[in-house]
């Protein structure tokens, strides 16, 4: 029998390819969190048949609360940036693009509902799509912060239950590559910010999806707007 995992699965192409590290391993629930955001449906959408896929559960996650609290463009009428590749390595615009998009702490309330549903389930590991690129301007993608989480869990849970973040040195066009050696579904993913049926091409999270695929010499099987 296999052991159990969760994932945290927004139905995008990190926490799709993270997931699929470990799909073959163990018997993995995915949960997908609606916080209000502009591309929830989408998301729902791609996680849905990401599980169907994957032959995993698949958990949803209403948080009506946290769009109230929140002034993120995601879940809001304000305009999400457009950027262009050059914004991508340029530390003062990626940081304003990422404080627009930010959510109040969300992968700290992710990762302790994660957490809780680990220890219902006895569930060993929870996965999760934190990377080295979105660290640089999103602390709680950070390597620092995936260890101070699991610092905490050791204090906050009866359970031996371990955070993994098999990407979390890893860059856009590294994941993309890791995708492929582990035959990661990358092709139904969703990535943008705009909640568009197709990817709009033009958002921070389009961008650097985009850029993944040219650096990584792949062709991209992404349908973009723009």
């Not at 052991?3 to 997908?32: H, Q």
């Not at 602390?139 to 260890?147: A, F, H, R, T, V």
């Not at 492929?180 to 990358?186: F, L, N, Q, R």
């Amino acid at each position: 029998m296999k052991k159990k995992a969760i994932s945290v699965l927004s139905g995008g192409l990190d926490s799709v390819v993270a997931t699929s590290v470990y799909v073959k391993k163990y018997e993995i629930t995915a949960i997908t969190f609606n916080y209000g955001q502009q591309s929830f449906e989408q998301e729902l959408k791609a996680s849905k048949i990401i599980c169907d896929k994957m032959s995993m559960k698949h958990v949803v996650i209403d948080l009506p609360w946290l769009k109230k609290i929140s002034n993120s463009s995601l879940t809001n009428d304000n305009e999400i940036p457009k950027v262009d590749y050059n914004d991508l390595d340029n530390p003062d615009k990626s940081i304003d693009s990422a404080k627009s998009v930010w959510v109040p702490a969300r992968n700290t309330v992710f990762s302790s509902i994660a957490l809780a549903f680990a220890e219902s389930i006895h569930a060993e590991i929870i996965i999760v799509g934190w990377d080295y690129e979105e660290a640089v301007t999103f602390p709680d993608n950070s390597k620092e912060y995936l260890e101070a989480f699991n610092e905490t869990i050791k204090y906050g849970s009866f359970d031996d239950i371990t955070i993994k973040a098999p990407l979390i040195d890893m860059s856009k066009e590294e994941i993309v590559q890791t995708g492929i050696k582990y035959d990661a579904p990358m092709e139904l993913s969703y990535s943008c910010y705009e909640g568009s049926e197709l990817h709009c091409g033009v958002c921070e999270s389009c961008k650097r999806r985009k850029r993944a695929y040219i650096n990584a010499k792949l062709e991209d099987p992404t349908e973009y707007l723009k």
